[in-house]
């Protein structure tokens, strides 16, 4: 009887607003739109941006909110980089996460944070060590992210020391980090030119 009315429960139950899913290769038209809306096109000139340039996200770390309907209304990505080396001279693997944004009509419903929220149980389930992100320390501060861990590291390019923090997923695994923060993710593929004749 329980399960008679749990199940009545489930069907009457309202459709969730959205759900967050994995990025699919269908996605990326909508992604990358939703992204030039966010944030403008001059997202591309960023020093995140030039790790990412070339670069495939992290195996299982692409994740996208979609609406009732299906469509993609968030993202949120992250990036293999090393962190630069710690005091014994080896380069630290870590993920840069971003760019994380949110249909500007759906602002405000918790999608950032739920993103987030998957974005970082999935990284600590895979065994990733910290997440580094350059972005508003109001904001990333409710996940943990503070701009202590990322001292004496640099990003490839102009950044603001502090909107540039870190989460250690692993305590300790930032500690004596210093250097230039690099891509370390697969590259795109180009598809290879049949020659001609
Ligand atoms: C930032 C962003 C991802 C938040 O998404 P969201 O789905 O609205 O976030 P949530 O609903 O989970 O959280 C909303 C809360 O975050 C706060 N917030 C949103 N942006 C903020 C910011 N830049 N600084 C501080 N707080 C911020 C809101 O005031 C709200 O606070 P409350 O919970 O106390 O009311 C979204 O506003 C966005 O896409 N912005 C444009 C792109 C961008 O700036 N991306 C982040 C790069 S720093």
Redesign the pocket.
């Known amino acids: 009887m329980a399960a008679v009315l749990e199940s009545m429960r489930a069907l009457f139950a309202p459709a969730p607003a959205f759900v967050i899913d994995h990025e699919t290769p269908a996605d990326v038209v909508a992604r990358e739109k939703l992204l030039d809306r ?2 403008g096109k001059d997202r591309r000139k960023k020093s995140s941006e030039k790790i990412r340039r070339g670069r495939i996200p992290a195996e299982g770390l692409a994740f996208v909110a979609r609406d009732a309907a299906g469509h993609v209304i ?1 993202t949120v990505r992250l990036w293999n980089i090393e962190a630069g080396v710690s005091r014994d001279g080896g380069a630290i693997e870590a993920l840069l996460l971003g ?4 249909d500007q009509a759906h ?7 739920a993103l987030m929220r998957a974005a970082l149980t999935e990284a600590k389930k895979l065994g990733h060590g910290a997440v580094l992100l350059v ?2 320390a ?2 990333y501060e409710r996940f943990g992210f503070f701009a202590d861990k990322t001292q004496h590291l640099v990003m490839p390019g102009p950044f603001a020391r502090d909107r540039f923090l870190a989460l250690e997923l692993v305590p300790g695994w930032l500690t004596g980090a210093a250097g230039m923060v690099v891509a370390s993710g697969r590259k795109l593929s180009c598809p290879s030119r049949r020659k001609a004749g």
């Open positions: 966010a944030m968030g760019p994380l944004a949110v602002e405000g419903k918790g999608i950032g944070g972005g508003d109001p904001y």
